[in-house]
């Protein structure tokens, strides 16, 4: 699996705004597998954990045009860029 993890800092109005726009995301994206997010207590930072089969398919996904579109829609939701972390992902028990 390969996919990446983001640190966001969302505007703290925007926090469901923002949950908006990730329940509204695609499922059909080929190689998708799924994402998480962890609304840390206390803080305005988000973070964003997106799956996919392989760094093939991640790829794909990143170069996608629609994929642009929505990055600006909750970018502007957010204080600042996202910082990213791409990588492959590994479970463990």
């Known amino acids: 699996m390969y996919g990446t993890c983001a640190r966001m800092v969302v ?3 925007n926090r469901e705004k923002l949950q908006a726009i990730f329940d509204g995301e ?3 994206t080929k190689g998708y597998i ?3 997010v962890l609304m840390e207590n206390d803080s305005d930072n988000v973070w964003l954990l997106a799956i ?4 093939a398919t991640y790829d794909a996904n990143a170069d996608d045009p629609k994929q642009h579109e929505m990055y600006l829609k ?3 939701l957010l204080e600042e860029e996202p910082e990213w972390h791409d990588g492959e992902i590994r479970s463990f028990p």
């Open 11 to 13: 505007k703290p109005e």
């Open 26 to 28: 695609p499922t059909d």
């Open 34 to 36: 799924a994402s998480h």
């Open 52 to 55: 996919f089969e392989d760094r």
């Open 74 to 76: 909750y970018r502007a």
